[in-house]
């Protein structure tokens, strides 16, 4: 089946400690996203990228990091420098990066510290 | 700057009943506005997709409108049942060709039997 892969589904991160939460896809869509959901709250854009080897910072970029060296893959590192990474965190692609083109979400990854 | 807000923040109705769900944005320069369900612990599922040029959208018990020059969106469930027990998000692509989208902070329905 065709889909949008997340993995773990719960992280834990112990202090000055990076992680990386695996997104992969099997859509063939040129755009993937990563979003940060908060309790109560709504998706907040971290980063996107709308072509391999491309991706742009979004509202929240910061002690984040992305690669997407592959068209099917778009990782996420949260590194030591994000001081509150306690979050549920959404990978999405979409067929292209414009606009009318609906996003598909992952099941998301859950992460806390230890 | 864009903002969405949604109200209600929860929802609970009698199984049965005919609901709306509303969604306010603050800038009227959108691309489209798109209606997503999120079970507990999971992902957004898209529901409905409303093009800047069209007035609503229809699949199956839902029907999403836009009102864009008022900043409005409804979300009209029809028949609740409580299969429909969700949270409900709203979210809108503003006039950057990034896919960018900004989110409200959802509406949670309960559905009671």
């Known amino acids: 089946d065709g889909g949008i892969t997340q993995s773990p589904k719960y992280l834990f991160r112990k202090e000055g400690q990076n992680v990386t939460l695996s997104c992969e896809q099997n859509?063939?869509?040129?755009?993937m996203y990563w979003y940060r959901q908060d309790p109560g709250q709504g998706l907040r854009l971290i980063y996107y990228?709308?072509?391999?080897?491309?991706?742009q910072k979004g509202d929240i970029a910061e002690g984040y990091s992305v690669s997407r060296e592959k068209k099917e893959s778009f990782p996420l590192t949260v590194t030591s420098a994000q001081k509150n990474p306690t979050a549920f965190y959404l990978c999405a692609s979409s067929i292209t990066g414009g606009r009318n083109q609906p996003q598909h979400f992952g099941d998301g990854t859950r992460l806390s510290i230890l | 700057k864009q903002e969405v807000t949604q109200i209600p923040a929860a929802l609970s109705v009698p199984e049965g009943e005919n609901l709306v769900l509303n969604c306010s944005f603050t800038d009227s320069a959108i691309y489209n506005l798109q209606w997503f369900r999120q079970d507990p612990g999971k992902g957004l599922t898209s529901l409905l997709l409303?093009?800047?040029?069209?007035r609503e959208q229809t699949s199956g018990r839902l029907n999403a409108s836009l009102d864009k020059s008022s900043g409005r969106s409804t979300l009209y469930i029809a028949a609740s049942q409580p299969g429909d027990s969700a949270t409900y998000l709203c979210?809108?692509?503003?006039?950057?060709?990034?896919?960018?989208?900004?989110f409200g902070q959802g509406t949670t329905l309960q559905v009671k039997p």
């Open positions: 990228s709308q072509i391999v080897n491309d991706f």
């Open positions: 859509l063939n869509h040129d755009a």
């Open positions: 979210a809108v692509m503003g006039s950057s060709n990034t896919g960018k989208l900004i």
């Open positions: 409303i093009q800047s040029s069209q």
